[in-house]
C-alpha cells in the first residue's frame, strides 16, 4: 500500500482467501473474532481463524463441493466469516442473504445463483425453507450450528463441527485465482421487486483491502465493534480490510451495544446513520434527565460550541456552505474560532468528555455509510470530538467509492473518491458532462466495479456502459475539490437510514388496494421510515364521513389535522401493506401528509406513460416531506 508504509501490503494476493495466511503470520496470537454474546462464548486467534478456514475450505472439498455455487444464508458470527472464506478457499463463490430473510425470496436466491450446497444458520432456518427446499438439486447442506442433524434427509446434511473434522483429515488443494474471478452474489432489488445478483469478483473486493487505508490507519490489537448485517457488502468490505490489518472485531448487537461500548472501548465502529442517530438520542435523553439548570448550561455550552466549530470549518476552508470565502472572511473566522476556544473547552470539560466516555472513550473514528448523514447529526459528533468520516457507494461498487478523510473531513458531503476511483456528473437526459457545480446523475468507473448482474445481462446493460461507467442512480455534485455532494436519487429506490433499501412500487401499488386512495408516492429517502403523499379519493371520503357522522371538510388543513380521518388513511395503510405479499418490518408507513392536487402530465408530475416522476413531486413537497419527518 502506498498511503501507509505501516499498513500490511496485499497488493500482489489476487484472492480474499490469500489474506488469512498473512495475517495468521503476522498476527498469530493475536484475537482476531470475539463473540462474547454466543453460549458458549468464541474466541479465535488469527492463528486458529486460519486453522478452521482451511478445514471447512478441505471439508467442502472432501464431500465434493469445489468450484460450485454455494448459498450462504446465516447472520452475525465468527462462523459466518469461517463459512464465507472457507468456501471462497474451497474455490467457490457464495450468494449470501440473511437467514431472518423472507422464505420466498431465499429460495429465489437459492435457485437464481444455481447453488448446489447450502449453508445455513441452524434447522429452524433450514425448516423455514421446507418444503419447498426438496426439490432443489443440493449435493449438501451445512449446519452452521452443531445441532443433532434430521434423519432421513434426502440430501447429505453435515453441522459445523463435523464439516471440520472431515476437513481435517483432508488435504485442502488450494485454488489459483486470478483477480476477474467471481468471489460472490450480494443480492439487490430490482424495480420488478425481484433481487439481482452483483457479481463481485476477488479483485472487486481486494480493492477495498487495499485502499481503504486512505481512511483508516489500524494497529495490530485496535478493537473493532460489529454491529451491521456481517452479509451486507458495506460491513463485509470493512471487516476484511480491519481484519487484514490486525484488528479484533467485537461481536455486538442493538441489545447489547450500550454495555459493549463500555466494557471493550472499541476503536472503531462501521454503521449507518441510524445507529449513529441513536446514540444521540440517548444522549438527548440523558440531557433532558437533568434539572433545569443543568439542561440550560448544557445547550449553552452546546450553542456556542456549534458557533465555534463552523467558524473554525471555514477558516479551514471545510466549510461547504463556504468553500468560496475570501481572504478576510477566513480571516474573520479564524479570530471568531479562537475567541470561542475556551467556551468550547469549558464544554468539552463538563459535557462533551462525559458523552466520550459512555462510548469507551477510546473511539478514534465513525465510519458512516448506507445513506446521508443528517446535518445536525455530523455537527453534534464534530462538537464532542468523536470524529465520523462518512462515505458512499453501493453494493454494485463492492461498495466504497467515496470517503471523507480525517485530514479532509468536508462536512455534509461523501467525500473524496478512492483511489483507482473515477466520478462523473452528466445530465439524466443527454448524459453530457456537466460543469463543476451542476447537479445531475452520479456515474462511477473503478476497479470495484461489479462485473455484472448475475445472467442478468440486459440489466447489466442498462447500467455499466461501454467505456465501464456505472449510473449509480444518485444525483450529485461535485466541489472544487472534489468532494461528493448527494442530493437525492434518480431512480425509485428508498433507502432508510439502517440501511434497507425498499422499492416503492410494490407497496404503492398494494396501497391503491385502498377505495380511498386514488394516489400516492412513498417518501422516506435517509429517514427512519417510509412516509406517504397521499391524494384521496374525496367522493368515497365523503360518503364514509356521512356514514360516520363526521363534519367534512375539502379544506387541506383542516383534513391534515382531523384525526379521526388520518386514523382512517392509517388503517387502510397497515391493512394493505401487512396484507402484501412478502411484507416486511420495514414496508411500515409512518407520518402521512393529505394533499389535494392530483400527480399529472399537465402540472409535471407524471410522465406520459403515467408513471409519478418522484424527483419532481419531491421537490415540489419537499418543506412539507421534511415537516413530516421532524418528529
Same mark, same amino acid.
Given at each position: 500500500?502506498?498511503?501507509?508504509?505501516?499498513?500490511?501490503?496485499?497488493?500482489?494476493?489476487?484472492?480474499?482467501?490469500?489474506?488469512?495466511?498473512?495475517?495468521?503470520?503476522?498476527?498469530?496470537?493475536?484475537?482476531?473474532?470475539?463473540?462474547?454474546?454466543?453460549?458458549? @462464548?468464541?474466541?479465535?486467534?488469527?492463528?486458529?481463524?486460519?486453522?478452521?478456514?482451511?478445514?471447512?475450505?478441505?471439508?467442502?472439498?472432501?464431500?465434493?463441493?469445489?468450484?460450485?455455487?454455494?448459498?450462504?444464508?446465516?447472520?452475525?458470527?465468527?462462523?459466518?466469516?469461517?463459512?464465507?472464506?472457507?468456501?471462497?478457499?474451497?474455490?467457490?463463490?457464495?450468494?449470501?442473504?440473511?437467514?431472518?430473510?423472507?422464505?420466498?425470496?431465499?429460495?429465489?436466491?437459492?435457485?437464481?445463483?444455481?447453488?448446489?450446497?447450502?449453508?445455513?444458520?441452524?434447522?429452524?432456518?433450514?425448516?423455514?425453507?421446507?418444503?419447498?427446499?426438496?426439490?432443489?438439486?443440493?449435493?449438501?447442506?451445512?449446519?452452521?450450528?452443531?445441532?443433532?442433524?434430521?434423519?432421513?434427509?434426502?440430501?447429505?446434511?453435515?453441522?459445523?463441527?463435523?464439516?471440520?473434522?472431515?476437513?481435517?483429515?483432508?488435504?485442502?488443494?488450494?485454488?489459483?485465482?486470478?483477480?476477474?474471478?467471481?468471489?460472490?452474489?450480494?443480492?439487490?432489488?430490482?424495480?420488478?421487486?425481484?433481487?439481482?445478483?452483483?457479481?463481485?469478483?476477488?479483485?472487486?473486493?481486494?480493492?477495498?483491502?487495499?485502499?481503504?487505508?486512505?481512511?483508516?490507519?489500524?494497529?495490530?490489537?485496535?478493537?473493532?465493534?460489529?454491529?451491521?448485517?456481517?452479509?451486507?457488502?458495506?460491513?463485509?468490505?470493512?471487516?476484511?480490510?480491519?481484519?487484514?490489518?490486525?484488528?479484533?472485531?467485537?461481536?455486538?448487537?442493538?441489545?447489547?451495544?450500550?454495555?459493549?461500548?463500555?466494557?471493550?472501548?472499541?476503536?472503531?465502529?462501521?454503521?449507518?446513520?441510524?445507529?449513529? @442517530?441513536?446514540?444521540? @438520542?440517548?444522549?438527548?435523553?440523558?440531557?433532558?434527565?437533568?434539572?433545569?439548570?443543568?439542561?440550560?448550561?448544557?445547550?449553552?455550552?452546546?450553542?456556542?460550541?456549534?458557533?465555534?466549530?463552523?467558524?473554525?470549518?471555514?477558516?479551514?476552508?471545510?466549510?461547504?456552505?463556504?468553500?468560496?470565502?475570501?481572504?478576510?472572511?477566513?480571516?474573520?473566522?479564524?479570530?471568531?474560532?479562537?475567541?470561542?476556544?475556551?467556551?468550547?473547552?469549558?464544554?468539552?470539560?463538563?459535557?462533551?468528555?462525559?458523552?466520550?466516555?459512555?462510548?469507551?472513550?477510546?473511539?478514534?473514528?465513525?465510519?458512516?455509510?448506507?445513506?446521508?448523514?443528517?446535518?445536525?447529526?455530523?455537527?453534534?459528533?464534530?462538537?464532542?470530538?468523536?470524529?465520523?468520516?462518512?462515505?458512499?457507494?453501493?453494493?454494485?461498487?463492492?461498495?466504497?467509492?467515496?470517503?471523507?478523510?480525517?485530514?479532509?473531513?468536508?462536512?455534509?458531503?461523501?467525500?473524496?473518491?478512492?483511489?483507482?476511483?473515477?466520478?462523473?456528473?452528466?445530465?439524466?437526459?443527454?448524459?453530457?458532462?456537466?460543469?463543476?457545480?451542476?447537479?445531475?446523475?452520479?456515474?462511477?468507473?473503478?476497479?470495484?466495479?461489479?462485473?455484472?448482474?448475475?445472467?442478468?445481462?440486459?440489466?447489466?446493460?442498462?447500467?455499466?456502459?461501454?467505456?465501464?461507467?456505472?449510473?449509480?442512480?444518485?444525483?450529485?455534485?461535485?466541489?472544487?475539490?472534489?468532494?461528493?455532494?448527494?442530493?437525492?436519487?434518480?431512480?425509485?429506490?428508498?433507502?432508510?437510514?439502517?440501511?434497507?433499501?425498499?422499492?416503492?412500487?410494490?407497496?404503492?401499488?398494494?396501497?391503491?388496494?385502498?377505495?380511498?386512495?386514488?394516489?400516492?408516492?412513498?417518501?422516506?429517502?435517509?429517514?427512519?421510515?417510509?412516509?406517504?403523499?397521499?391524494?384521496?379519493?374525496?367522493?368515497?371520503?365523503?360518503?364514509?364521513?356521512?356514514?360516520?357522522?363526521?363534519?367534512?371538510?375539502?379544506?387541506?388543513?383542516?383534513?391534515?389535522?382531523?384525526?379521526?380521518?388520518?386514523?382512517?388513511?392509517?388503517?387502510?395503510?397497515?391493512?394493505?401493506?401487512?396484507?402484501?405479499?412478502?411484507?416486511?418490518?420495514?414496508?411500515?408507513?409512518?407520518?402521512?401528509?393529505?394533499?389535494?392536487?392530483?400527480?399529472?402530465?399537465?402540472?409535471?408530475?407524471?410522465?406520459?406513460?403515467?408513471?409519478?416522476?418522484?424527483?419532481?413531486?419531491?421537490?415540489?413537497?419537499?418543506?412539507?416531506?421534511?415537516?413530516?419527518?421532524?418528529?
Amino acid at each position: 500500500m502506498t498511503n501507509n508504509n505501516q499498513l500490511i501490503d496485499y497488493t500482489q494476493i489476487n484472492s480474499l482467501p490469500e489474506i488469512w495466511a498473512i495475517a495468521s503470520q503476522q498476527f498469530s496470537d493475536t484475537i482476531a473474532l470475539y463473540d462474547p454474546n454466543s453460549k458458549p @462464548e468464541i474466541k479465535l486467534t488469527y492463528s486458529e481463524l486460519l486453522t478452521q478456514i482451511q478445514q471447512f475450505a478441505a471439508g467442502l472439498q472432501a464431500l465434493e463441493i469445489k468450484g460450485k455455487n454455494v448459498a450462504l444464508f446465516a447472520d452475525n458470527s465468527p462462523r459466518w466469516l469461517i463459512a464465507d472464506q472457507g468456501s471462497m478457499m474451497a474455490g467457490c463463490v457464495n450468494a449470501v442473504r440473511s437467514s431472518q430473510a423472507e422464505k420466498q425470496e431465499l429460495l429465489y436466491i437459492l435457485q437464481d445463483s444455481d447453488s448446489l450446497c447450502l449453508i445455513v444458520e441452524n434447522l429452524k432456518t433450514l425448516k423455514k425453507l421446507k418444503p419447498e427446499i426438496d426439490q432443489y438439486a443440493l449435493s449438501l447442506i451445512v449446519l452452521l450450528s452443531d445441532e443433532q442433524l434430521p434423519e432421513n434427509s434426502p440430501v447429505n446434511i453435515v453441522n459445523f463441527e463435523s464439516l471440520l473434522t472431515i476437513g481435517s483429515q483432508y488435504d485442502l488443494e488450494f485454488p489459483q485465482f486470478q483477480k476477474r474471478d467471481l468471489a460472490t452474489l450480494i443480492y439487490t432489488s430490482g424495480t420488478t421487486g425481484q433481487p439481482k445478483g452483483v457479481m463481485l469478483s476477488h479483485g472487486n473486493l481486494l480493492h477495498q483491502v487495499n485502499n481503504l487505508g486512505v481512511i483508516l490507519q489500524p494497529q495490530k490489537g485496535d478493537i473493532v465493534l460489529s454491529l451491521l448485517p456481517t452479509w451486507h457488502c458495506y460491513e463485509r468490505s470493512c471487516e476484511y480490510f480491519l481484519l487484514s490489518q490486525g484488528c479484533t472485531q467485537i461481536y455486538s448487537s442493538l441489545r447489547t451495544v450500550k454495555n459493549d461500548l463500555k466494557q471493550f472501548k472499541p476503536f472503531y465502529m462501521v454503521g449507518v446513520p441510524r445507529l449513529w @442517530e441513536s446514540i444521540y @438520542e440517548g444522549v438527548q435523553k440523558q440531557f433532558r434527565s437533568q434539572p433545569e439548570s443543568k439542561q440550560k448550561l448544557i445547550n449553552f455550552c452546546l450553542e456556542w460550541s456549534e458557533k465555534y466549530i463552523v467558524a473554525k470549518r471555514i477558516s479551514q476552508r471545510l466549510s461547504l456552505d463556504n468553500f468560496n470565502a475570501s481572504s478576510s472572511e477566513l480571516f474573520l473566522a479564524k479570530i471568531k474560532a479562537l475567541l470561542l476556544t475556551p467556551i468550547h473547552l469549558l464544554g468539552d470539560k463538563i459535557v462533551y468528555q462525559k458523552i466520550r466516555e459512555s462510548t469507551g472513550g477510546k473511539i478514534k473514528t465513525l465510519i458512516s455509510g448506507g445513506g446521508s448523514l443528517a446535518r445536525h447529526l455530523d455537527t453534534f459528533y464534530e462538537i464532542i470530538n468523536i470524529p465520523i468520516l462518512v462515505g458512499y457507494g453501493l453494493t454494485e461498487t463492492a461498495p466504497v467509492t467515496n470517503v471523507r478523510t480525517l485530514d479532509h473531513n468536508m462536512r455534509f458531503t461523501a467525500g473524496k473518491p478512492l483511489p483507482e476511483t473515477e466520478i462523473r456528473i452528466v445530465d439524466p437526459e443527454t448524459r453530457q458532462t456537466l460543469p463543476q457545480g451542476q447537479t445531475g446523475l452520479v456515474l462511477i468507473r473503478g476497479s470495484q466495479v461489479m462485473q455484472g448482474y448475475y445472467q442478468k445481462p440486459e440489466a447489466t446493460r442498462k447500467v455499466i456502459d461501454n467505456e465501464g461507467w456505472f449510473d449509480s442512480g444518485d444525483l450529485g455534485w461535485l466541489t472544487p475539490s472534489k468532494d461528493l455532494v448527494l442530493t437525492g436519487r434518480a431512480k425509485d429506490t428508498i433507502v432508510l437510514t439502517n440501511g434497507e433499501n425498499i422499492e416503492p412500487q410494490p407497496i404503492e401499488d398494494a396501497c391503491l388496494r385502498s377505495g380511498y386512495i386514488d394516489q400516492i408516492m412513498l417518501v422516506g429517502q435517509d429517514q427512519r421510515s417510509l412516509g406517504a403523499l397521499i391524494v384521496p379519493n374525496l367522493d368515497a371520503l365523503q360518503i364514509w364521513a356521512t356514514e360516520q357522522k363526521i363534519d367534512f371538510s375539502f379544506n387541506i388543513e383542516e383534513l391534515n389535522h382531523n384525526k379521526t380521518i388520518l386514523g382512517l388513511f392509517r388503517q387502510e395503510l397497515t391493512q394493505q401493506v401487512k396484507n402484501r405479499p412478502g411484507y416486511r418490518q420495514d414496508d411500515r408507513i409512518g407520518p402521512i401528509t393529505l394533499i389535494l392536487e392530483p400527480f399529472s402530465q399537465d402540472n409535471g408530475q407524471m410522465t406520459q406513460t403515467m408513471k409519478i416522476k418522484r424527483p419532481v413531486v419531491t421537490q415540489r413537497y419537499q418543506d412539507i416531506i421534511n415537516e413530516m419527518f421532524k418528529n
